[in-house]
Nanobody, 120 residues
Framework: QVQLVESGGGLVQAGGSLRLSCAAS????????VGWFRQVPGKEREFVAA????????SYADSVKGRFTISRDNAKNTVYLQMNSLKPEDTAVYSC?????????????WGQGTQVTVSS
């Protein structure tokens, strides 16, 4: 079992930055891949970024490449999503998923999500 808690969301103006955190507990953190996803009402959940168990490999959706950075601190059991140059279209509920695999990425555990709102 893995429990995930996201934090760091909020309201920011276009061009601003936010850093999201995903704190994990339960199963050995270093053993699994973690992903960030986002969802807006009426649309399917969308992949944002993922990071391997060691942190050596990352991947990003084209829409966020060059603006967002995923990282992890295995000593703190936490994954981060640094979001820069935010756009109104980045507005969504952001969730982290753990024990992820496959293409498209599928995750076995999910957090509750944190709202990110970008005003124009």
């Amino acid at each position: 079992q893995v429990q995930l808690v996201e934090s760091g969301g909020g309201l920011v103006q276009a061009g601003g930055s936010l850093r999201l955190s995903c704190a994990a507990s339960g199963r050995t953190f270093i053993s699994y891949k973690v992903g960030w996803f986002r969802q807006v009402p009426g649309k399917e959940r969308e992949f944002v970024a993922a990071i391997s168990s060691s942190g050596s490999t990352t991947s990003y959706a084209d829409s966020v490449k060059g603006r967002f950075t995923i990282s992890r601190d295995n000593a703190k059991n936490t994954v981060y999503l640094q979001m820069n140059s935010l756009k109104p279209e980045d507005t969504a509920v952001y969730s982290c998923g753990a024990v992820c695999y496959g293409i498209p990425l599928v995750c076995n555990y999910w957090g509750q999500g944190t709202q990110v709102t970008v005003s124009s």
